[in-house]
């Protein structure tokens, strides 16, 4: 294996991580709930009275995220290699597969590891695993 | 109160989701290129996550409420089965394809270009045809029981 150091960015990954951590503990703390990305938004095209307001206001805060970054800092520089139908197939492959797998990198990944939930490891190892493969046949394989 | 905590929340997890590097989909998938120079640091954005994670899921088991009042919502999903393992193969797919997860994509969107807006709007009918199918797959469920 060779370690990419030009593109390796232990700090400013660590700082996000732990911003990301804080940001779920207080919505756990504060609001009684998982910070799970897939599960907010999916949870906004199945409307019940009284679970929408959040759900909005949650996402405001994620959407409104770079227009602050940016007063403080330049936003990092963002490389985008998928093409137009590469987007859309990607897209639906990750809506539809996070509301059946009932969670995405934040729900599983970051709020399902730290609960040391046997469920969200298995979800967590099945999209890492198609993640690496995928990857692998298209730069690899295919490419 | 509330509501600007919820909106402050969101903010910081967008604020660190750009910061960790999640919103740039090449260096996503300089992560999941295990086979060609492979860029670690999104194992950082993890590490620093379930760090301050741990302790707070720890904490959360001690507190009947939430600070601002309410029930913890904490998921009280245990079983593992087909559906759970094809769903996050099929997310990982998508994931490995273009680079994005769902909070980096809604991230993404306010710092303009058409990729993230297309990312997100296919994301968002994924996740439509979920609920059709699955309102479809439960009807015959629900007159049986």
């Given at each position: ?37 897939s ?26 995220a ?16 998928a093409?137009m139908?590469?987007?859309v ?30 469920r ?6 099945s ?17 | ?14 604020l660190?989701?750009?910061?960790s590097?999640?919103?740039?989909p090449?260096k996503?998938i ?49 079983h ?20 994005y ?14 990729k ?7 994301m ?7 609920e059709?199918q ?12």
């Amino acid at each position: 294996m060779m370690i990419d150091w030009a593109h390796f960015t232990p700090w400013s990954s660590l700082a996000g991580g732990l911003l990301i951590g804080v940001a779920t503990a207080m919505f756990l703390l504060f609001n009684g709930r998982i910070a799970g990305i897939s599960g907010i938004l999916g949870g906004l095209l199945r409307p019940k009275t009284g679970d929408i307001g959040w759900r909005v206001v949650f996402v405001l805060g994620l959407l409104g995220a770079p227009l602050v970054y940016g007063l403080a800092a330049p936003l990092p520089s963002v490389h985008i290699d998928a093409d137009m139908t590469t987007l859309v197939v990607a897209g639906l492959l990750v809506g539809v597969g996070t509301r059946y797998g009932s969670g995405c990198t934040s729900g599983h990944g970051v709020c399902g590891l730290s609960r040391l939930s046997p469920r969200s490891m298995v979800a967590t190892a099945s999209f890492m695993l198609a993640g690496f493969v995928t990857v692998f046949i298209v730069r690899h394989l295919i490419g | 109160m509330q509501v600007l905590m919820v909106l402050l929340t969101g903010l910081v997890f967008g604020l660190g989701l750009i910061m960790s590097g999640m919103t740039d989909p090449s260096k996503v998938i300089g992560f999941l290129d295990l086979a060609g120079k492979w860029d670690p640091s999104l194992a950082f954005v993890m590490g620093g996550a379930i760090l301050i994670g741990i302790f707070a899921f720890r904490f959360a088991a001690t507190r009947p409420q939430a600070i601002l009042g309410g029930p913890m919502r904490l998921p009280t999903a245990r079983h593992i089965d087909g559906r759970l393992v094809l769903g996050g193969l099929a997310f990982g797919a998508g994931w490995g394809l273009a680079g994005y997860c769902p909070g980096p994509a809604l991230a993404s969107l306010a710092a303009g270009g058409s990729k993230p807006l297309i990312f997100a709007i296919a994301m968002l009918a994924g996740m439509a045809i979920f609920e059709i199918q699955d309102r479809f797959s439960q009807l015959p469920a629900k007159k049986a029981a």
